[in-house]
Structure formats: C-alpha cells, structure tokens
C-alpha cells in the first residue's frame, strides 16, 4: 500500500513539474519575442499608426476613434493608440491614456503574435489618488489560447524603483484586447 501511494506522490510530483516546466518554456518563449520587439519600439524611424480617442459634447459624454483630431476646449483626448505592424514580428499596440484632471496617466504595451493574438501586456500607471503618489507596473503573460499564464505587479514611489509597502491607491483595470481584431480601430486594410 506505502508502494503505491508512494508511486502516486512521485507521479503526482513530476507531472507538477513537467506543468511548471511547460509554464516556464512559454514564459521564455514571451520574453525572446518581447525582446525582439524593443529595438523597434525604441526606434523612432519605425512607421506607427496613431489614432485618438476624443471625447466632446456636454460633460465629454461624446466619444469617437480617429486618426486625426485638431485640439480645442471643446475636446478631449482621453486614449492615444500607437500602432507597428511588422509582418515578421506581429503587432506592437502602444495605449496611453489620461485623466482630464491630470491625476493619472497609463502606459499599456500590447504585444500580439503573427497571428494576432495577444502574448504579453505591460501596463504602467503613474496615480496622484494614493496615499502617496504611486507607480503601478503590471504584467500579464498570456498563452497562445489566450489565457492567462502569469500577472505580476509592483508598486512603487512615483517614478521611483523604491517598492511601497502595503499600498493604497484608486485601482484601475487593465485594458487590453486578446486580438488585433478586437482593437477600437481598423489597422489592416
């Protein structure tokens, strides 16, 4: 009987490891791709799509995606999305959004494969509504079905690396689309 029960903890624990370590080679696997990315993200010669999330009408109750907007008091820009589009590298989705007020601002990188789904998200949001002025950095580690794998965050001083323990701050989700073809706005003809 201690034979078998034996036999299945070492079946049950190498099965455990051989998940971890599937979980390991595509987190791996993000991270060479993630990595591909950034000298082109950081090139400002690279081509990018923009487009705009104006806002207008009574209260900014009014919203509409372009490419092209003419600043005035009667909008306002709430998103700001960036596009690359690299046949040999999939799609690289730049969203910066911001408060009216100016009391937070967000940076979310979406990196999609070749075939449009989405494998990683970093987010970063910049928040005067905390206990003290914070630095939120999250990231998501996404599978090629779409689901989730990892999330991790931390939380820091504003613009600073010192880690703020037990924070408070106004919470905000993170926005991201599992697919290009889910984005607000057309970017393949």
């Known amino acids: 009987m201690h034979k078998i029960i034996a036999s299945v903890i070492v ?11 599937g979980d390991s080679d595509t987190i ?13 993200v950081h090139d400002t010669n690279v081509e990018r799509k923009m487009f705009y999330h104006v806002f207008s009408g009574e209260n900014f109750s009014e919203d509409k995606w372009t490419n092209s907007y003419t600043p005035s008091d009667d909008n306002f820009v709430g998103d700001e999305l960036q596009v690359i589009d690299i046949d040999t590298l999939g799609t690289f989705v730049l969203l910066i959004s911001s408060s009216p007020s100016g ?6 990188e979406n990196y999609y494969r070749q075939n449009g ?6 987010w ?9 002025p914070a630095t939120v950095e999250r990231r998501i580690y996404f599978d090629e079905d779409g689901g989730v794998i990892r999330k991790l965050e931390s939380v820091y001083k504003l613009n600073t690396k010192e880690e703020i323990k037990n924070p408070d701050f106004m919470d905000m989700e993170v926005k991201y689309w599992k697919t290009v073809d889910e984005l607000p706005v057309k970017i393949k003809q």
Not at 13 to 21: D, E, G, K, R
């Open 11 to 21: 079946l049950l624990f190498s099965f455990a490891i051989n998940v971890n370590a």
């Open 28 to 40: 791996k696997r993000i991270k060479e791709q993630f990595g591909k990315w950034q000298p082109v």
């Open 103 to 108: 009391d937070w601002l967000i940076r979310s």
């Open 117 to 122: 789904n989405l494998f990683f998200v970093f």
């Open 124 to 132: 970063k949001m910049n928040t005067f509504r905390a206990s003290e």
